[in-house]
């Protein structure tokens, strides 16, 4: 029985350190889109690598919790649905080191009238992913609070939403732009950032319901 | 030597199938989640039926002796068949059945048949318990819900630890369902047999007495662990889907509700302290594990909101509550008509 109790110590502990890496991916995801749109292209390719990094680590650890909980025959009850949020959770991780990349790699002009807008709907996505880590921590040890932290992941990815339209309207509608290849160019970006938010809320209603499921 | 086994052999059988289909009650849920692995069950749960029955299980069999003492091995070996039979017969007809209702039926049927006159206030204290017991299963189960679920809403369990603790859980309930059970229901096995039972006590030195009961007992454990080793795998797998799927820690509460109940109804030392404290007692009556089982599911609905309560399956009970003993009782007397004058036995002695 000992032995059971410490090996699901470290399984609980892997699960908790991955849940602080979507949640770390989500803050340099902010801030090095900060870094990008306020020119500091050193520290943005900083935070780039960085978010590569991280993203293979979560890869590899989320690989060895499915492999322990197969193995030692944990939580037969609710596995497929653990692995399910887990997977997806590693689906949000792989988007902000996507958009990171991508940005590096097509380095995008952002006008100067829309950087604010820009970082704020950064910001909105990045905040979805952190109440999507707290939905996700809610989840193992805390059911009655998944709810509360789902309805904020809505809240965001709604603000993400009607900002996103905002911006785009702003990018098609303004006459400081004058290719109509960069405004393309600028509302992908617009929608791969906001894109995050709803991976979240994807991932946030799954958590909805398993918690309801896992409740006695 | 041979004639004891051959009529010990209805009782045996009595104990096998209360092995294939009572070990269920206890780690159905368990088994059937994947929670503990059968094996494990098996060996447990056979190693305190095992205790139980040796250790306590006289109460309630000194109850089923007040109701009709069988005085010859092959009356008792009718009135057993005649409990098994009905058992058999029922459960293939789909009507939740039990053991202990067949068993006191058929002793009802020996006592007419040998013109013995039936103690009815043991009777009605026995029909009064099994009306009890799942009502009382349903109230444990309400309570234990609550407090689990108090428990589970206020501390902070990582669902990984929660694993752990539920199996451990699931297996230190079991043990006590495990002994329970053998306590409770050894009654319904071999208690018919106590008084015609041809073994000696034993006396190891001057601290161990096995006495005669106690090696019928442990005959009779020893057939519902062959039964739970041989059949119940079947009948713990689908054990969730019969009834409905219950989550671990809802069997848990299950096992621990129904379990106390039986405990309730066969521990003489319970028995015993609350009587010395001037206390209400329990009688020492075997009930069905499986009707207490469906109470401490309706305990958990209720204690759910009560929306999915299934009150049709409460009047499949109290049908089997008439049903089961007057069918056992016709098919003994019968029985025990043909044993005595067609194989010229004496089922009786006057």
Known sequence: MNGLFSRTKDLQASMDGFIDRVEKAGLIFFEG???????????????????????????????????????????????????????????????????????????????????????????????????????????????????????????????????????????????????????????????????????????????????????? | MIQILFYLSSGLFLGWSLGANDAANIFGTAVGTKMVRFYTAAIICSIFVLLGAVISGAGASHTLGKLGAINTMSGAFIVALAAAFTVTWMTKAGLPVSTSQAIVGAILGWNFFSGTHTDISALTKIVGTWVFSPVLSALFAFLFFHIIKFILDNSKIHLIRLDSLTRFGLILAGIFGSYSLGANNIANVMGVFVQSSPFKDLNLGSIFNFSGVQQLFLLGGIAIAIGIFTYSRKVMMTVGSRIFKLSPISALVVVLASSTVLFLFASQGLKDILISHGLPSFPLVPVSSSQAVVGAIIGISLAKGGKNVNFRILGKISIGWVATPVASAIIAYVALFFMQNVFMQDVFIK
């Open chain 1, 33 to 216: 889109l900060k870094a990008y749109f306020s020119g500091k292209m050193e520290r943005f390719e900083e935070y780039t690598i960085e978010l590569t990094e991280l993203e293979s680590k979560a890869d590899a650890v989320r690989r060895d919790i499915k492999y322990k909980l197969y193995t030692h025959m944990l939580i037969p009850e609710s596995r497929g649905d653990v692995l399910g949020v887990l997977e997806t959770l590693d689906d949000v991780i792989d988007i902000t080191e996507k958009v990171l990349e991508h940005f590096s790699i097509e380095t995008p002009d952002i006008p100067e009238f829309l950087r604010e807008d820009f970082l704020d709907l950064a910001e909105l996505s990045y905040k979805s992913v952190e109440e999507l880590a707290k939905a996700s921590r809610a989840f193992f040890t805390e059911l009655k609070l998944v709810n509360n932290y789902v309805n904020k992941v809505h809240f965001y990815e709604h603000e993400a939403d009607k900002l996103e339209k905002i911006l785009k309207r702003k990018i098609f509608n303004s006459e400081k732009i004058k290719d109509f290849s960069k405004r393309v160019h600028l509302r992908y970006f617009a929608e791969k950032i906001a894109f995050l938010s709803d991976e979240a809320e994807s991932v946030a209603e799954r958590l909805a319901i398993y918690a309801i499921k896992r409740r006695i």
